[in-house]
């Protein structure tokens, strides 16, 4: 009778750990973007603003697709793929103010990384 049981607790046991492995490898699983935000947005951006060149960084694009580009000095502005850049925590937004992501690629303030 002790053997029986045994077995059954051994049993038992292979069956709890299966289950934990299983479980572990589901939780630590990777999980895949449908689809990579920051590839619809340039990496640099440079714009002019009084008589200083700045040159902003791609450094967050939020769920409603806004891209936030940062430079230097605390200054930043958004854009969205289809909308105008807009300056951030600043009245004057300089040469990059208004303008669409295509204006500024095809004037050569937007750049990309070379693949």
Not at 19 to 30: D, H, K, S, V, Y
Not at 41 to 60: A, M
């Amino acid at each position: 009778m002790a053997h029986t049981y045994h077995q059954r607790l051994r049993g038992s046991a292979k069956t709890l750990f299966a289950g934990l492995a299983a479980l572990t490898i589901f939780q630590f699983a990777p999980v895949q973007a449908q689809s990579d935000p920051f590839s619809q947005f340039p990496l640099i951006i440079q714009c002019k603003q009084k008589e200083t060149y700045h040159v902003y960084y791609l450094s967050r694009v939020s769920q409603d697709g806004v891209a936030t580009y940062a430079a230097s000095e605390r200054i930043a502005g958004t854009i969205t793929v289809t909308g105008q850049a807009k300056a951030v925590g600043s009245a004057s937004g300089g040469s990059c103010v208004g303008k669409t992501l295509a204006e500024l690629r095809a004037s050569g303030q937007a750049r990309d990384l070379a693949r």
